[in-house]
């Protein structure tokens, strides 16, 4: 049997389980919010166009507002400074968009402490126990933070000091990107940066290291804990928008059982 037909077979059994990644699109999904003067997002909106009435009498539709990095969605080079020269978002090659990725689990760390971030020594002791991280895949950075998704104070988690959240240090996000052949790394809050990491030496740190290394992020991906430590595919494909700097993504993940 032809190695196609197999998966798609496969698909339709169970054998490969397709597990959702993706946090749905409502009015209500959070995203990021930065402090003055910078300007910010808007809201994911529905604006109907016609629903069976005299605007439209058979069809339903509706025009849709959102901004590239509203709710889960793949951060390309260019979002960044540092990857103004790299690819835009219709650029990611297409070779890409479906990935192996391993799971780095520090939820339970993140319980203890929202401003817990990744260090070089986490992934290098992860390395030691599951294998070297995977060339071209994701790392999928697990803190337990998707329970929050649905709300938007939850999910930024501020006080008078700012946001937090858990990351990834400067010098981890450094390494990351130029020692490791990792594709991206994918999280579960609304960047793919510390809440704090606006304070950082660089100040954002994965987004200035990994865009500029022409690299990619994901973010507010749940379900991660379903998935194995090793062994998942991940599909994450953007919508080309043409000098896009990112664009909301159905991100989902295979499983074999
Ligand atoms: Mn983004």
Redesign the pocket.
């Known amino acids: 049997m032809s190695v196609l037909r197999s998966f798609v077979d496969s698909v339709r059994s169970g054998a490969i389980e397709v597990i959702d990644l993706t946090a749905p699109l409502t009015a209500e999904t959070p995203i ?1 919010q930065l402090p003055p003067p910078f300007s910010n997002a808007l809201p994911f909106r529905l604006e109907e166009i016609s629903r069976y009435d005299d605007r439209g009498p058979a069809w339903y539709w509706n025009n849709i507002h959102t901004s ?2 509203s709710g889960t ?3 390309a080079p260019i ?1 960044w400074v540092t990857g103004r020269d790299g690819q835009d978002i219709s650029q990611v090659p297409t070779r890409s968009l479906i990935a192996p990725a391993v799971v780095l689990d520090f939820a339970a760390e993140a319980a203890k402490d929202p401003d817990f971030l990744l260090e070089i020594d986490h992934v290098k002791e992860w390395e030691r126990v599951n294998g070297p991280l995977p060339d071209g895949g994701w790392l999928l950075y697990r803190t337990g933070w998707d329970v929050r998704a649905g709300d938007q104070a939850a999910i930024l988690n501020a006080d008078e000091s700012g946001s937090h959240t858990p990351g990834v240090s400067a010098e981890c996000a450094g390494w990351l990107a130029s020692e490791t052949p990792i594709l991206g790394i994918g999280v579960e809050t ?3 940066d510390a809440g704090a990491a606006h304070s950082f030496d660089p100040a954002f740190p994965c ?1 200035s290291f990994l865009l500029g290394a022409g690299k990619y ?1 994901l ?1 507010q991906l749940r379900n991660i804990d379903r998935l194995p430590v090793t062994g998942a595919a991940v599909v994450a494909p953007p919508l080309p928008i043409v000098g896009g ?2 664009s909301p993504v159905r991100v989902l993940a295979l499983v074999e059982r």
Do not use: A
Request: no cysteine.
């Open positions: 990021l590239e990095h969605h793949f951060d979002h609304v960047g793919t987004h992020g973010t700097s990112g």
